[in-house]
C-alpha cells in the first residue's frame, strides 16, 4: 500500500472513532445555553429543596451504587486512552468513591460577643464548570461530582477529548443513580461538543460561577483568564529525594510504588530521584530487586529520549503512560518479569529530569549531600508547588524539606500516593488546586463563605 493510501485509511479510521465517541455523548443537549440551563434549574432545586440529610444519604447512596462499577469503568478509561495500569486505575476509582469527603466535612463557624451572633456558613457557588484530565478522566469526575454536589452545587463536566466513552458512562452513571434516589439528575451534566470553542463559551456564561480546570498550564491559563473565579490544578513535577539516613530497602520499594502507579500518569508521582551519593548505589540495588530495570548503556538511554521525546525535547503525548515493558521492547531488549520502572541515571538538565514525562522511566541524580539535594529539588520542581517527597530519618531534613518546598502535598517515608489517601490518613482529592493555592481540594473548596450578623440577640451568656 502506498503512504498516501495509509495516511487516507487512518484519516478514515480517525473520524469514525472520532464519530462514535461523539455519539457517546448524544443524549445531552448540544448547545451551550441548553445544558447550563438545565444544570442551573436542577441545582437551584439540589440547593434548596435537599437539606443536608437527605443530601447526605443521596451522596452516601451514590458511593455504594458507584463502587461496583470500579472495575468497569477503569476497563473503559484504560481503553480510551491507551495509558495506565488496570489494577491501579480500579484502585484509584475505588480511592474516589470511598475516600472523597462528603457532607460531613462541612462546619459552622460561629462567632458570639456583646453585639449578639455571628454566623459564617459555606455556600454553594450555583453551576460549577469542571474540566477533567484525560490521565485521571473517570476518577476526576467521580472526586469532583461528590465534593461540589456536597456543597449544594451543580456541575458541568468538560471532557477530555482522548477519554470521552469513560466520561460520558461515568457520568451517566451517577445521573441514573441520582434519578433512582430521587435527586435530579440534570445537577450534573456534561458538554457533549468539547471542542475548545465550546469550553469557552461554557465558561462565559452568566451562570457559571466557578471554573475548575484539571490538566496541564493551557486549561489552567484558560480557567484564569474566563474572568470566573477559578480553581486551577495544574502540571506537577514532584521530585523524590533520597538522602543518607533513610531506610533505603524500604524507600527503594516505596519510590518504585509511587513512580510506576498507573505508571506514572498521577500528577503527584515521583517524577525524578535524586539520591544523595554514599546511598545510591546501594538505592539502586535495592529497586532493581524491586522492579526497576537501569538501563545503563548510553546509546539506549539515546534511543529511550528519542523515543518519547520530540526534537525540542517535550513529551511525545503518545507515548505518555505504557507499561514499561513496552518502552523497553521498543528498544529491543527484552523486558525483564515484573518490571515496573525504567530507572535512568542522568544529569539535572536533562529532559528527563526537567520535564514531566508521565512515563514510568524515572531519571536519578547523585548529588554530594542533603543540601545540595534539596536546592535541586526546588529547582526541578519549576515552583509549581505541586507535590514532592523525602526518605529520611533526619528530623531536621525532613522538616527542612517541607518548608522549603512550599509544595501542596509533602511525603515523607511513603509512596507520593500517600498524600492522596493510599497508605495515608488523609481525604482524597483529585484536583489539586496548585496555581491558585487551594491544595488538595474538598467540598470545603467548592463553596463560598457567607456571612450573616444579627445584632443584638441570641447570647446565651
Ligand atoms: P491537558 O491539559 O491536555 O487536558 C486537560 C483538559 O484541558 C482537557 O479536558 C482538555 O480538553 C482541556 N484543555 C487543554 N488545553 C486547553 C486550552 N488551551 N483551553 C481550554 N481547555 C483546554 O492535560 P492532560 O494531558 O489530559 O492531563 C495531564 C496534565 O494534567 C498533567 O500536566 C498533570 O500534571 C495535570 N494534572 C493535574 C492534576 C492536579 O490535581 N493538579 C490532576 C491530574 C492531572
Not at 100 to 120: C, H, K, M, Q
Not at 134 to 157: D, E, Q, R, Y
Not at 394 to 411: C, G, P, Q, Y
Given at each position: 500500500?502506498?503512504?498516501?493510501?495509509?495516511?487516507?485509511?487512518?484519516?478514515?479510521?480517525?473520524?469514525?472513532?472520532?464519530?462514535?465517541?461523539?455519539?457517546?455523548?448524544?443524549?445531552?443537549?448540544?448547545?451551550?445555553?441548553?445544558?447550563v440551563?438545565?444544570t442551573s434549574?436542577a441545582q437551584k432545586t439540589w440547593q434548596w429543596?435537599f437539606?443536608?440529610?437527605?443530601r447526605?444519604?443521596?451522596i452516601?447512596?451514590?458511593?455504594?451504587?458507584?463502587?461496583?462499577?470500579?472495575?468497569?469503568?477503569?476497563?473503559?478509561?484504560?481503553?480510551?486512552?491507551?495509558?495506565?495500569?488496570?489494577?491501579?486505575?480500579?484502585?484509584?476509582?475505588?480511592?474516589?468513591?470511598?475516600?472523597?469527603?462528603g457532607p460531613?466535612?462541612f462546619?459552622?463557624?460561629?462567632?458570639?460577643?456583646?453585639?449578639?451572633?455571628?454566623?459564617?456558613?459555606l455556600a454553594p457557588f450555583g453551576v460549577i464548570v469542571s474540566?477533567?484530565?484525560?490521565?485521571?478522566?473517570?476518577?476526576?469526575?467521580?472526586?469532583n461530582t461528590i465534593c461540589m454536589l456536597s456543597g449544594g452545587n451543580g456541575v458541568v463536566f468538560?471532557?477530555?477529548?482522548?477519554?470521552?466513552?469513560?466520561?460520558?458512562?461515568?457520568?451517566?452513571?451517577?445521573?441514573?443513580?441520582l434519578?433512582?434516589?430521587?435527586a435530579p439528575?440534570d445537577v450534573v451534566s456534561?458538554?457533549?461538543?468539547?471542542?475548545?470553542?465550546?469550553?469557552?463559551?461554557?465558561?462565559?456564561?452568566?451562570e457559571v460561577k466557578l471554573v475548575s480546570?484539571?490538566?496541564?498550564?493551557?486549561?489552567?491559563?484558560?480557567?484564569?483568564?474566563?474572568?470566573k473565579p477559578?480553581i486551577?490544578?495544574?502540571?506537577?513535577?514532584?521530585?523524590?529525594?533520597?538522602?543518607?539516613?533513610?531506610?533505603?530497602?524500604?524507600?527503594?520499594?516505596?519510590?518504585?510504588?509511587?513512580?510506576?502507579?498507573?505508571?506514572?500518569?498521577?500528577?503527584?508521582?515521583?517524577?525524578?530521584?535524586?539520591?544523595?551519593?554514599?546511598?545510591?548505589?546501594?538505592?539502586?540495588?535495592?529497586?532493581?530487586?524491586?522492579?526497576?530495570?537501569?538501563?545503563?548503556?548510553?546509546?539506549?538511554?539515546?534511543?529511550?529520549?528519542?523515543?518519547?521525546?520530540?526534537?525540542?525535547?517535550?513529551?511525545?503525548?503518545?507515548?505518555?503512560?505504557?507499561?514499561?515493558?513496552?518502552?523497553?521492547?521498543?528498544?529491543?531488549?527484552?523486558?525483564?518479569?515484573?518490571?515496573?520502572?525504567?530507572?535512568?541515571?542522568?544529569?539535572?538538565?536533562?529532559?528527563?529530569?526537567?520535564?514531566?514525562?508521565?512515563?514510568?522511566?524515572?531519571?536519578?541524580?547523585?548529588?554530594?549531600?542533603?543540601?545540595?539535594?534539596?536546592?535541586?529539588?526546588?529547582?526541578?520542581?519549576?515552583?509549581?508547588?505541586?507535590?514532592?517527597?523525602?526518605?529520611?530519618?533526619?528530623?531536621?531534613?525532613?522538616?527542612?524539606?517541607?518548608?522549603?518546598?512550599?509544595?501542596?502535598?509533602?511525603?515523607?517515608?511513603?509512596?507520593?500516593?500517600?498524600?492522596?489517601?493510599?497508605?495515608?490518613?488523609?481525604?482524597?482529592?483529585?484536583t489539586?488546586?496548585?496555581?491558585?493555592?487551594?491544595?488538595?481540594t474538598t467540598p470545603l473548596s467548592f463553596c463560598r463563605?457567607?456571612?450573616?450578623?444579627?445584632?443584638?440577640?441570641?447570647?446565651?451568656?
Amino acid at each position: 500500500m502506498k503512504a498516501i493510501e495509509v495516511d487516507d485509511l487512518v484519516k478514515k479510521i480517525v473520524a469514525k472513532v472520532a464519530k462514535e465517541l461523539a455519539q457517546e455523548g448524544e443524549k445531552y443537549p448540544s448547545s451551550v445555553k441548553d445544558i447550563v440551563e438545565i444544570t442551573s434549574k436542577a441545582q437551584k432545586t439540589w440547593q434548596w429543596d435537599f437539606n443536608l440529610e437527605s443530601r447526605s444519604k443521596i451522596i452516601a447512596a451514590l458511593k455504594t451504587k458507584l463502587l461496583p462499577h470500579a472495575e468497569e469503568l477503569a476497563q473503559l478509561a484504560r481503553e480510551d486512552t491507551n495509558m495506565g495500569c488496570l489494577d491501579d486505575k480500579i484502585l484509584k476509582k475505588k480511592l474516589s468513591i470511598i475516600k472523597t469527603p462528603g457532607p460531613e466535612y462541612f462546619t459552622t463557624r460561629a462567632i458570639s460577643g456583646d453585639n449578639g451572633l455571628v454566623l459564617e456558613e459555606l455556600a454553594p457557588f450555583g453551576v460549577i464548570v469542571s474540566i477533567t484530565p484525560s490521565t485521571n478522566p473517570v476518577a476526576t469526575v467521580i472526586n469532583n461530582t461528590i465534593c461540589m454536589l456536597s456543597g449544594g452545587n451543580g456541575v458541568v463536566f468538560s471532557p477530555h477529548p482522548g477519554a470521552l466513552r469513560c466520561t460520558f458512562k461515568t457520568i451517566d452513571l451517577i445521573r441514573s443513580i441520582l434519578a433512582q434516589e430521587g435527586a435530579p439528575a440534570d445537577v450534573v451534566s456534561v458538554l457533549s461538543d468539547a471542542s475548545l470553542d465550546s469550553l469557552k463559551e461554557l465558561m462565559s456564561h452568566p451562570e457559571v460561577k466557578l471554573v475548575s480546570a484539571t490538566g496541564g498550564p493551557g486549561v489552567v491559563k484558560a480557567a484564569l483568564s474566563s474572568g470566573k473565579p477559578a480553581i486551577g490544578a495544574g502540571p506537577g513535577n514532584p521530585p523524590v529525594l533520597v538522602d543518607e539516613t533513610a531506610h533505603l530497602e524500604k524507600a527503594a520499594k516505596d519510590v518504585i510504588a509511587g513512580a510506576s502507579f498507573d505508571n506514572n500518569l498521577p500528577c503527584i508521582a515521583e517524577k525524578e530521584l535524586i539520591a544523595v551519593n554514599c546511598i545510591a548505589d546501594e538505592l539502586k540495588e535495592y529497586m532493581c530487586k524491586n522492579g526497576a530495570f537501569e538501563l545503563k548503556d548510553r546509546t539506549k538511554i539515546e534511543a529511550l529520549a528519542n523515543l518519547v521525546l520530540t526534537k525540542d525535547q517535550k513529551i511525545k503525548k503518545d507515548m505518555v503512560g505504557k507499561d514499561a515493558s513496552v518502552y523497553l521492547a521498543r528498544l529491543g531488549i527484552a523486558p525483564p518479569p515484573n518490571v515496573r520502572l525504567i530507572l535512568v541515571e542522568c544529569d539535572e538538565k536533562h529532559p528527563f529530569v526537567q520535564e514531566e514525562l508521565m512515563m514510568p522511566i524515572l531519571a536519578m541524580v547523585r548529588v554530594a549531600d542533603f543540601k545540595e539535594g534539596l536546592a535541586m529539588a526546588k529547582r526541578v520542581e519549576h515552583d509549581f508547588r505541586h507535590s514532592a517527597v523525602i526518605h529520611s530519618t533526619n528530623i531536621d531534613n525532613m522538616s527542612d524539606m517541607a518548608k522549603f518546598m512550599e509544595t501542596s502535598i509533602f511525603v515523607k517515608n511513603a509512596p507520593s500516593f500517600a498524600g492522596i489517601g493510599i497508605r495515608g490518613d488523609c481525604p482524597t482529592s483529585f484536583t489539586i488546586g496548585t496555581t491558585t493555592g487551594d491544595g488538595p481540594t474538598t467540598p470545603l473548596s467548592f463553596c463560598r463563605v457567607r456571612r450573616c450578623v444579627l445584632h443584638g440577640a441570641f447570647r446565651i451568656v
